[in-house]
């Protein structure tokens, strides 16, 4: 399979609805970003019903916001549907069918790549699928070197958290790899004050276990902190971590999105329902 990707990136791709290829990729290899590697435990579960939608007002003073990686910081599910659509047809997966995009959603984005194998390749041996799904990340970072670009009004949010002085981290399902790519390639590597991998915690999503992480690290009160996610397992665990998740619909829909239990849904961070909600907690801050 290595020569897989070379002959892959070299082959010509019909627009895609969910690629985006007008992407521009600024490089800073000199940042360097501090992972989290202690594992944690909790007696949470992913799919805890003891646990109600956190309004977003009821943090009346915001402390940290937590954020996700793919598909949230930057718009990477296209290529990462991409790469799978790809890799799968090559080995044969559903009869040589290409997956499509509704696959996509329900069976991969946003889940770890354990959970992923599991579900794709339940007849193959484990060391099989793991060296597939490592080829596959291969595969997209070489994509991603290229293409990966911000979401839509990233950069107001960053000035707006960083002219408050907020605590912030990054906590994601993603590889290490992955994850170093896309904070360098978006210039927002120093912006974050902590990683959490959910490769390093003991339970990944759509277990809260990284989100407790997260909040461990910044020493932040879950009474106070705010969840950007866009997938339907980060935001199951950023509510069963008991914390209001605004949710973004780049790579899902919004009433998936809604039933896993966001606060708020949004198109990008440039909608004026996110703004809105920001503006009402400066104002209750100020009455503080």
Same mark, same amino acid.
């Given at each position: 399979?290595?020569?897989? %990707?070379?002959?892959?990136?070299?082959?010509?791709?019909?627009?895609?609805?969910?690629?985006?290829?007008?992407?521009?990729?600024?490089?800073?290899?000199?940042?360097?970003?501090?992972?989290?590697?202690?594992?944690?435990s909790?007696?949470?579960?992913?799919?805890?019903?003891?646990l109600? #939608?956190?309004?977003?007002?009821?943090?009346?003073?915001?402390?940290a916001i937590?954020? &996700?990686?793919d598909?949230?910081?930057c718009?990477?599910?296209?290529?990462?549907?991409?790469?799978?659509?790809?890799?799968?047809?090559?080995?044969?997966?559903?009869?040589?069918?290409?997956?499509?995009?509704?696959?996509?959603?329900?069976?991969?984005?946003?889940?770890?790549?354990?959970?992923i194998?599991v579900?794709?390749?339940?007849?193959?041996?484990?060391?099989?699928?793991?060296?597939?799904?490592?080829?596959?990340?291969?595969?997209? #970072?070489?994509?991603?070197a290229?293409?990966?670009?911000?979401?839509?009004?990233?950069?107001?949010? #960053?000035?707006w958290v960083?002219?408050?002085?907020?605590? #912030?981290?990054? %906590?994601?399902?993603?590889?290490?790899?992955?994850?170093?790519?896309?904070?360098? $390639?978006?210039?927002?590597?120093?912006?974050?004050?902590? %990683? %959490?991998?959910?490769?390093?915690?003991?339970?990944?999503?759509?277990?809260?276990?990284?989100?407790?992480?997260?909040?461990?690290l910044?020493?932040?009160?879950?009474?106070?902190?705010?969840?950007?996610? &866009?997938?339907?397992?980060?935001?199951?665990a950023?509510?069963?971590?008991?914390?209001?998740?605004v949710?973004?619909?780049?790579?899902?829909?919004?009433?998936?999105?809604?039933?896993?239990?966001a606060?708020?849904?949004?198109?990008?961070?440039?909608?004026?329902?996110?703004? $809105?909600?920001?503006?009402?907690?400066?104002?209750?801050?100020?009455?503080?």
């Amino acid at each position: 399979m290595p020569s897989l %990707v070379s002959h892959r990136l070299h082959q010509h791709h019909a627009p895609l609805s969910l690629l985006q290829t007008n992407c521009k990729t600024k490089r800073n290899r000199n940042l360097q970003v501090t992972f989290v590697s202690t594992p944690t435990s909790s007696n949470m579960s992913a799919n805890s019903n003891s646990l109600e #939608r956190r309004s977003i007002s009821s943090l009346a003073t915001l402390e940290a916001i937590l954020f &996700d990686i793919d598909g949230t910081l930057c718009d990477s599910d296209p290529l990462h549907f991409l790469a799978f659509q790809d890799m799968l047809q090559e080995v044969g997966f559903n009869g040589g069918v290409p997956i499509d995009e509704e696959f996509f959603i329900q069976k991969i984005a946003g889940k770890h790549n354990d959970d992923i194998g599991v579900v794709l390749f339940s007849d193959w041996e484990p060391e099989k699928s793991r060296k597939f799904l490592v080829e596959k990340e291969s595969y997209f #970072r070489r994509l991603a070197a290229e293409k990966l670009s911000p979401v839509k009004g990233l950069y107001k949010l #960053r000035k707006w958290v960083e002219d408050r002085g907020l605590k #912030r981290a990054a %906590v994601t399902n993603a590889p290490k790899e992955n994850a170093e790519l896309a904070l360098s $390639s978006l210039g927002i590597t120093e912006f974050f004050q902590a %990683v %959490v991998l959910g490769d390093e915690c003991e339970r990944a999503k759509p277990f809260p276990d990284p989100y407790l992480k997260g909040l461990k690290l910044l020493n932040a009160s879950p009474d106070h902190t705010l969840v950007f996610e &866009d997938s339907v397992s980060g935001t199951k665990a950023g509510v069963a971590a008991g914390l209001p998740v605004v949710a973004l619909t780049t790579g899902n829909p919004e009433h998936l999105l809604r039933e896993a239990g966001a606060s708020l849904v949004i198109e990008n961070y440039e909608d004026p329902k996110l703004w $809105s909600v920001l503006e009402e907690l400066d104002a209750l801050a100020a009455k503080l």
